[in-house]
């Protein structure tokens, strides 16, 4: 799957647009902004993920024998333009925010500039990639912090919408904080920690649950944790578990990293009784982990009823995002040029709503953060040539309530752009970090965010403004489509 040709993975009006451009020639240069308008799982952030795929399928993507023939038998396309994409590859400009780095809505993920053909021959699989693993990435981040510096282990894979999900899911999964995986596969492909314990039929396959232990136990002495719900948590499990720890530590002093694992009934009240159990025989640092059906509101709720579990294993919540199954990220056209030498002319798209106004030209953004505390003040849209003084001070703005209006003084804040150059050309010009690096990212974006936002419900937005110069260009093409209105009725 992962060696597949993804050229085709594209919806197939862009391939007939494409041919209505080759066969109305034009020499427009084009700019597609790939964003989202609402943050997942009503939370104060996202995390953008998925860039390296994004790389991967642009430097790869070109037409075979076998596509071209395909298209043909649709009987769409002509023979001219089937000849055209024998030859085709990507010649443009790509801009993208790093995979780990916290963003908010309405501002651009990644940024296409290239020929009207290219730039929209890529839509599809741009969004299919960084929605799904923006999402995910996401997801995990509001599980990890909900843990509260607990390790949280990603083990959804049986339960992903397919291998691929499942895959690039637990890649993401680790981005967003995951200490690892249990998918083999993405630990190979990505180098990441792979985790695991065994199943309730692993015991069942034995006479009794402590033969089961203690044969487990012998084979993986420096990673035993025992699953111990099987047939009777207090009962049963931790008892036979706490004996055959005993009879561990007699054997090898050194004998580590072992605890248990409870996966059904309450955890809250199980947990706690567990530790008790344990710690009255003397392993009361033993790994208490925990799995069944969690997210971040479960395990926000176990953690304030004092729960005694110190390690959770999350899957099919986690790798589906069930409560928030979908990114909705979109990809708009937001400028032209008619030739390689001319200026952009802004372009906009006109809704009923609001929010689905897309926000005109050639664009990047700035993030401003306080000097003092180092957290986000507010990001800062705006045209790609603009230039700002941080002696300066800075009047920022909301983009659809006007009247909200911030001072920030000069020489309290510092400005990052957020946008880097991905391709070139055509050419790769970035080089991704490993997966692991861009967790380590990741946990430093967050804690840039202030408290209110991380919160888990109802958290405080951080503001995503639009520069004078760019909102002025909106509000003249607002304008001006509304007269344009007026005269046609």
Known sequence: MRAMDLTLLTDLYELTMMQGYFKNPTEQVVVFDAFYRKNPCDGGFAIAAGLQQVIEYVRDLHFSPDDVEYLRSLGLFEDDFL??????????????????????????????????????????????????????ATKAARVVYAAKGDGIMEFGLRRAQGPDAGIYGARAAVIGGCIGTSNVLTGKMF????????????????????????????????????????????????????????????KDPEFKNYGIRIDSGDLAYLSKEAYKMLDAAGFGDAIISASSDLDEYLIDSLKAQGAKINSWGVGTNLITSKDCPAFGGVYKLAAIKDREDAEFIPKIKLSENSEKVTNPGNKTIFRIYDKATGKIRADLICLADEVFDESKDMIIFDPIETWKKTKIKGGTYTLRELLVPIFHKGLCVYESPSVMEMQEICKKEQETLWPETRRLVNPQEVYVDLSDKLYKIKSELLEEMSMKALQLK
Not at 197 to 207: D, G, K, L, V
Not at 216 to 236: G, N, R
Request: glycine share 4%.
């Open 83 to 136: 000849e055209y994409l024998r030859g085709f590859h990507f010649t443009g400009d790509i801009y993208a925010i790093p995979e780990g780095t916290v963003v908010f809505p309405r501002e651009p993920l990644l940024k296409v500039i290239a020929p009207v053909m290219e730039a929209q021959l890529v839509e599809t699989a741009i969004l299919n990639i960084i929605n799904h693993q923006s999402l995910i």
């Open 191 to 250: 180098d990441v920690p792979v985790k695991g314990t065994h199943a309730h039929s692993w015991i069942m396959s034995f006479p009794d649950e402590y033969t089961a232990f203690k044969t487990y136990a012998e084979l993986y002495p420096h990673a035993c944790i025992l699953l111990v719900d099987t047939y009777d948590v207090l009962d049963s499990g931790v008892p036979n578990a706490i004996r055959v720890f005993k009879e561990m530590k007699e």
